[in-house]
């Protein structure tokens, strides 16, 4: 069964540090999202992008944040400076451009 | 603005019986719902979906319910398994997926 990958499953960072967050989308897909879910609350969504670009962002995604497919396969989500706050599971999902079924296991982002 | 909520955060059932998760969602506008299910450490898994012209539909021991007037929409789980224990989510499709906050299903021996 298809899946979408992410890595790494968990990532532990200081305050201040840049990370990417990777994600291999389904091969056939041409929609791809970020959502994050703060421990205990629920999954909010980040961005959305297809055909290069970002088709839709939410307030969360703010100049901290950016997005990338580098080589036609990865789909990354980079945060620059990040901060305490941003600690949260961060989930990459991909469709055809129907239903959102499916997501990746995530990537615990733990900032210190 | 629109949100979507749950009116249960917790729901405990004994192996066997059915299980019904609630969610209510204000964006009248909104044409797709979709549930997950999301196991600890896990990513959310796609259950069921319904369209707004539809008022039910049904799956393998799921069922999704649609009430448009009161905006309302209800995952029944028939025969409830320990598997089925996790935390549901459902969510609303406009330009993105809006979810709601969860509901934690235990499932009790």
């Known amino acids: 069964e298809p899946e979408v990958t992410q890595t790494p499953s968990h990532q532990v960072t200081q305050m201040g540090q840049e990370v990417i967050l990777r994600c291999v989308p389904i091969?056939?897909?041409?929609?791809f999202y970020w959502y994050r879910q703060i421990l205990g609350q629920k999954v909010e969504f980040l961005v959305s992008?297809?055909?290069?670009?970002?088709?839709?962002k939410s307030e969360i995604f703010d100049d901290q944040f950016s997005v990338e497919r580098p080589d036609g396969s990865n789909f990354t989500l980079k945060i620059r400076s990040t901060k305490l706050e941003d600690s949260a599971m961060y989930f990459c999902?991909?469709?055809?451009?129907?239903?959102?079924?499916?997501f990746g296991q995530g990537t615990r982002l733990t900032v210190v | 603005g629109e949100s979507v909520g749950l009116h249960l955060p917790t729901l405990s059932v004994q192996e066997g019986d059915n299980s019904i998760i609630n969610c209510a969602y204000s964006?009248?506008?909104?044409?797709?719902f979709i549930w997950y299910k999301q196991e600890s450490g896990k990513g959310p898994q796609f259950i069921i979906d319904?369209?707004?012209?539809?008022d039910k539909r049904q799956g393998q021991r799921v069922t999704v319910l649609l009430n448009k007037t009161v905006k309302h929409l209800s995952l029944q789980i028939a025969a409830t398994q320990p598997g089925d224990s996790a935390v549901y989510f459902c969510?609303?499709?406009?330009?993105?997926?809006?979810f709601g906050p969860g509901t934690r299903l235990s499932v009790l021996p």
């Open positions: 992008f297809y055909n290069n670009e970002i088709s839709e």
């Open positions: 964006n009248s506008a909104s044409d797709y």
């Open positions: 091969s056939n897909h041409l929609y």
């Open positions: 999902a991909s469709t055809t451009g129907g239903v959102l079924a499916f």
């Open positions: 319904i369209r707004s012209n539809m």
């Open positions: 969510a609303e499709s406009g330009q993105n997926f809006v």
